[in-house]
């Protein structure tokens, strides 16, 4: 697909190079997407699915982080991590407490976030680093930006909470956990934590291929 739309368009190697980067980027995407929409509707996780998988790829954009290098890699990671907290957001932790806990854990986690936004935002990588002051201070107003709208987005569910409609504290915990799983990224701990895993999974998938054809 690349080639035939830099042959259209008659671009060069470099032009045709970042064509097919974001074709394979939205490729991703789009497996992510309908892998995680159909266990979010098996399981019935899927609006907290769904908000864990668009909130992280929204605010990544503006304050970067840790992704794995491999397309396998990405996708298994991001399958894995998203249906486990969404799992984890609707089954165990989405059950209702006291709405005075609720909010405490809830700025305690955003204290936490703004603390780390501040010191690391926005992340680079040593391929494409971010150099200019002006970007710098853009992408920086962005992520707070968001930060300080998913921080009113789960007040709001916290307090929409009802006993005759639950679902909005399950909701509210996606939005937290959508932050905590950003800010791993953000840390080198964390970094260093995706990379081991991608590098497990490459090996498993490299040792299955070998095994297929013996």
Not at 19 to 24: D, S
Not at 40 to 49: N, Q
Request: net charge positive; hydrophobic share 55%.
């Amino acid at each position: 697909m690349a080639e035939k739309i830099a042959l259209q368009l008659e671009y060069d190697e470099d032009k045709k190079a970042v064509i097919a980067y974001g074709l394979i980027a939205i490729l991703q995407m789009i497996t992510i997407f309908i892998i995680i929409t159909a266990i979010g509707l098996i399981f019935d996780f899927w609006f907290e699915s769904m908000i864990i998988f668009m909130g992280v790829g929204l605010i990544r954009k503006s304050t970067g982080g840790a992704h794995a290098k491999t397309m396998n890699g990405c996708i298994i990671i991001s399958v894995l991590s998203v249906t486990m907290l969404s799992a984890l957001s609707r089954y165990l932790f989405g059950l209702p407490v006291n709405i005075y806990i609720n909010l405490a854990v809830t700025i305690f986690i955003f204290m936490i976030s703004f603390i780390i936004f501040y010191l690391r935002v926005p992340v680079d990588s040593p391929n494409k680093p971010i150099v200019k002051p002006e970007k710098i201070k853009r992408l920086r107003k962005q992520s707070f930006i968001l930060l300080t709208l998913f921080f009113m987005m789960t007040v709001a569910a916290i307090v929409l909470t009802t006993s005759s409609y639950q679902r909005f504290y399950s909701i509210a915990v996606s939005l937290r956990f959508t932050i905590l799983w950003q800010l791993l990224t953000l840390t080198k701990s964390g970094a260093l934590l995706l990379g081991k895993i991608d590098s497990q999974i490459t090996r498993i998938l490299e040792k299955e291929k070998s095994l297929s054809k013996v």
